[in-house]
């Protein structure tokens, strides 16, 4: 039973003392998180759109055309002008959905048990998925490179292959499948593909743009059936804010589930009550940034990521697992464990994360990780190393 003990004043003192707890971006010392400090833009967008709830958009009709303006322009982005979809709480539940969406599809034709083929560098959320719908899931061998073994996956494919699941930009190591391999390969064999571009969806158009790579990944590959992507990693919203587009309306409608009692009787969501504030920072930032913002933002952190590159390459003792193609670099050192590592880099303040397989040390370099945060990391690295 709830009972007022304290005012205001009390109130926000303690959640103060909470929120000092936390780490904050502005430190640059988050070295592990694919999130970001979401832009003051954004921020306020959001804050202005605090009260509207997509799951009910019949009330909130501006709410509900900004989320079709947005899923529009990231339809654009993506190289179609017709994909649909939702922003939504995260790539988890994106991936989630393209699951759903593809296994209503195949039980169209099959009764027996779906199967997914997918790369152990495939996000955790697909395991959830898995348990969620009852999905057998199919390992497709890596190569060399740590990338979907493409000679290898046409091998993987039964009657009873539901989906495949292709990455740009693992959670790992930052790494962009051979989708248009994989996309022509699924296309010929007519088995869904998702891919799970929650890190790379805000990176890879704006590489592409500036002529910096050549990496085809999304519908302009014929065979791609869905993505997801994150406006709140690299598009710099406010967390939640995910994306889920499928190449066509009638995959998204294997979702609809009827809402007699709404302003809008079909839903096509996972989450029922759905804040429109994300979508509203979205919609600001996109429509703030353009093209040429997002490159240059894109453009920093990457210059950064080979900056970090180099400078660890040229450090005794250290290797780094494979060259980045994104901003996510993994790195171990001769003669010391990874977890002991990781332990000493956090007693210095430094937030990192690891890698599974080959296990090391995992750096994202988002755009709140600047130049002098990395040289003070490098320095602190050096000092450890020299110590061990």
Known sequence: MFKKTHDQKYIFEKLESFHQMDMTYDSGRILGSMCTKPDPIALEAFRMFTETNLGDGGLFKGTSMMEDEV??????????????????????????MAMCAAKYIFQEDNEDTPEVILPRTAHF??????????????????NDEYKIDTTALEDCIT????????IAGSTEFGLVDDIHE?????????????????????IIPFLNYRNKTRLNFDFKCKGVSSITLDPHKMGLAPVPAGGILFREKKYLDKLAIDAPYLTKNVQTTIVGTRTGATTAATWALINYYGMDGYAD???GSINLTGYTYNKLRQMKN????????????????????????????????????????????RLVLMPH????????????????????
């Open 71 to 96: 899923i529009s322009s990231l339809s654009r982005l993506l190289h179609s002008s017709e994909a649909c979809g939702h922003i939504v709480t995260g790539g988890t539940e994106a991936n989630i």
């Open 125 to 142: 959320s697909f395991k959830k998925a898995c348990s969620m719908l009852s999905l057998k899931t199919v390992e497709v061998p890596l």
């Open 318 to 361: 250290v290797n780094v697992i494979v060259k980045p193609e994104l901003n996510v670099i993994a790195f171990n050192v001769d003669d010391m464990k990874v977890n002991v590592l990781k332990e000493e880099l956090f007693k210095k303040g430094w937030r990192v994360s690891n890698t599974v397989k080959p296990y090391a040390i």
């Open 159 to 166: 009657d009873n292959t539901m989906a495949i699941v292709a």
């Open 182 to 202: 994989i996309s022509k390969i699924a296309h010929s064999n007519d088995v869904y593909l998702h891919v799970d571009a929650a890190l790379g969806g805000f």
């Open 369 to 388: 990780v600047k130049r002098e945060h990395i040289d003070e990391f490098l320095s602190d690295l050096e000092e450890i190393i020299g110590g061990s």
């Open 297 to 299: 933002i894109v453009e």
